[in-house]
């Protein structure tokens, strides 16, 4: 080996190595006087988190067994509370009142899972963990969804496709399929409006990719796009998925972000043992 390679290399160790070190020196609880939220939260001894159940991500334990809440974002709190020294306090929060809860200084983070919007991002910073999409189905039967390839394919004059009228999927719907026949119904307290595909009043419909696990175990004959690892991979309209603490906080924000990145492989894995059971 020559001396010019060997000189290179070491240089390459030296410098992983002080990456290495520069990530877990970020890890360290920031030293007291940098974060007024982490003093404070060290100082009452608590680490109060807003919880509202969001399957997979967050819900309750209703075993008899273990912790009150389990999931990724829960995984994460207690991760927080452990390197802070302190306690989680579980804070009730509803849809109405998981984000306000933070300027109100009710808690110090919502573990509830939220969806990154550009509005949420005005008045919050996300520590984010997972995503969400959404899948495309109809029935299986159906040979325009069976010979389909991609959901390109259902941006077609001949494909009907519903959709719940005031949904989060019908902007995405109208700008995603602007060639295909659009069937908007009322809601019916379902994840997607199964009905219209069972009646074969439409081709196909759209639907969390989360939901769609359940519904594909309890309805059978329906096939989802994208195709493989049970659409769970999709990227159609991909939302980032993450916990939530007040802006202005850039030291809180960074460490908790810095104990995250690590993380994120057993995380994810903890989220897929999740949807499995669903």
């Known amino acids: 080996m020559s001396i010019g390679r060997t000189t290179r290399l070491f240089a390459s160790a030296i410098l992983s190595?002080?990456?290495?070190?520069?990530?877990?020196?970020?890890?360290?609880?920031?030293?007291?006087?940098?974060?007024?939220?982490?003093?404070?939260?060290?100082?009452?001894g608590q680490l109060r988190v807003g919880v509202l159940s969001n399957p997979p991500w967050l819900l309750e334990n209703t075993t008899s067994s273990g912790d009150a809440w389990v999931g990724p974002a829960w995984t994460l709190a207690k991760e927080y509370a452990k390197r802070l020294g302190v306690q989680v306090q579980l804070v009730p929060v509803s849809h109405e009142t998981k984000v306000p809860v933070l300027a109100a200084n009710q808690v110090d983070m919502t573990i509830s899972p939220l969806s990154v919007t550009k509005e949420?991002?005005?008045?919050?910073?996300?520590?984010?963990?997972?995503?969400?999409?959404?899948?495309?189905?109809?029935?299986?039967?159906?040979p325009k969804v069976k010979n389909a390839k991609s959901v390109d394919d259902?941006?077609?004059?001949?494909?009907?496709?519903?959709?719940?009228?005031?949904?989060?999927?019908?902007?995405w719907v109208k700008s995603r399929f602007p060639n295909a026949k659009l069937r908007g119904v009322s809601s019916a307290g379902t994840a997607a409006p199964v009905e219209e595909i069972m009646a074969k009043r439409a081709d196909v419909t759209p639907i969390n990719r989360i939901p769609w696990i359940a519904l594909n175990k309890k309805v059978k004959g329906l096939q989802a796009l994208p195709q493989g690892n049970n659409c769970q991979d999709s990227t159609e309209a991909a939302n980032?998925?993450?916990?939530?603490?007040?802006?202005?906080q850039p030291e809180y924000l960074n460490w908790l972000k810095a104990v995250a990145e690590p993380m994120l492989p057993a995380l994810q894995a903890e989220e897929e043992r999740i949807v499995a059971t669903m």
């Open 154 to 171: 259902f941006n077609s004059p001949d494909v009907t496709i519903a959709y719940f009228t005031g949904g989060g999927e019908e902007n």
């Open 120 to 142: 949420r991002q005005k008045v919050v910073d996300f520590v984010t963990y997972s995503k969400t999409s959404l899948c495309v189905f109809g029935r299986a039967d159906n």
């Open 17 to 44: 190595l002080g990456l290495m070190a520069q990530a877990a020196a970020a890890q360290d609880v920031p030293v007291p006087g940098t974060s007024a939220r982490i003093d404070a939260i060290k100082k009452s």
């Open 240 to 248: 980032e998925i993450g916990l939530a603490i007040d802006k202005n």
